[in-house]
């Protein structure tokens, strides 16, 4: 079993409808990251989470430390989200990162 | 306050060759970490430096790399040798120093990357 796991693994929607990312990980972790990595190939960190929701702009972060789930949820999505949502955690020790396969959105005018 | 600088942005080499990727932190950034991206694939922990120091180098191949975070200057990430399975993006990411945190707690801000092509 990967220690970090999303879903879904591709994801189409159209523009301004809701979406949501989902990240599962197995190991003890002291932070969990949110990284939007654009077509081009640059890398933008979102959040970083060690309890309860974040929120910025039109994005919003959930984490649930006991089941070891968090979400990336996107309101009125546009085509200008499209891009590669990776999820990334941080071990207790803090030091090591591992990350998600990262999920594939593609938001269609 | 610009932001994390890599350089080169891209970089060819034969195989047998050095290369040598340099990575300048956000000014007022103590820390530096590379990852490496292999095509179609997950970004990979390579390595975590603070100014003179190697963290945490447990995700760096036990041959060939190499990297260091000098008192002055940027952090250089050096790959003697190369082959054609090192070709990849290799990102670099700072973050400030938190004191008493892990370095998991602070956000980090990644650089644009650096394409490595071996021939």
């Known amino acids: 079993k990967n220690e970090v796991e999303q879903s879904p693994q591709n994801l189409t929607a159209q523009e301004g409808e809701f979406i949501t990312i989902n990240c599962s990980y197995s190991?003890?972790?002291?932070?969990l990251h949110w990284l939007q990595q654009h077509p081009g190939g640059g890398i933008v960190s979102l959040f970083m989470?060690?309890?309860g929701k974040k929120k910025h702009g039109r994005l919003i972060a959930t984490i649930n430390i006991q089941e070891k789930h968090s979400s990336l949820h996107i309101t009125a999505s546009h085509p200008r989200d499209s891009a590669v949502y990776i999820c990334?955690?941080?071990?207790?020790?803090?030091?090591?990162?591992?990350f998600g396969p990262g999920t594939r959105l593609s938001v269609l005018p | 306050n610009a932001g994390v600088m890599q350089n080169p942005r891209h970089l060819v080499r034969r195989r047998g060759q050095e290369a040598r990727l340099r990575c300048s932190p956000m000014k007022g950034h103590s820390h530096v970490y590379w990852y490496r991206q292999l095509p179609e694939e997950g970004l990979k922990f390579m390595v975590y430096?603070?100014?003179?120091?190697?963290?945490?180098e447990s995700g760096m191949p036990k041959e060939r790399f190499s990297a260091e975070f000098p008192k002055e200057g940027p952090s250089i990430l050096r790959i003697q040798q190369v082959v054609r399975g090192d070709s990849a993006a290799y990102f670099c990411?700072?973050?400030?120093?938190?004191?008493?945190?892990?370095?998991?707690?602070?956000?980090?801000?990644f650089g644009p990357g650096t394409r490595l092509t071996v021939l």
């Open positions: 190991v003890g972790i002291s932070a």
């Open positions: 989470l060690s309890s």
């Open positions: 990411a700072s973050s400030p120093a938190t004191s008493g945190r892990p370095s998991g707690y602070n956000e980090q801000f």
């Open positions: 990334a955690v941080a071990d207790n020790y803090g030091q090591n990162f591992v």
């Open positions: 430096l603070q100014k003179e120091n190697i963290i945490d």
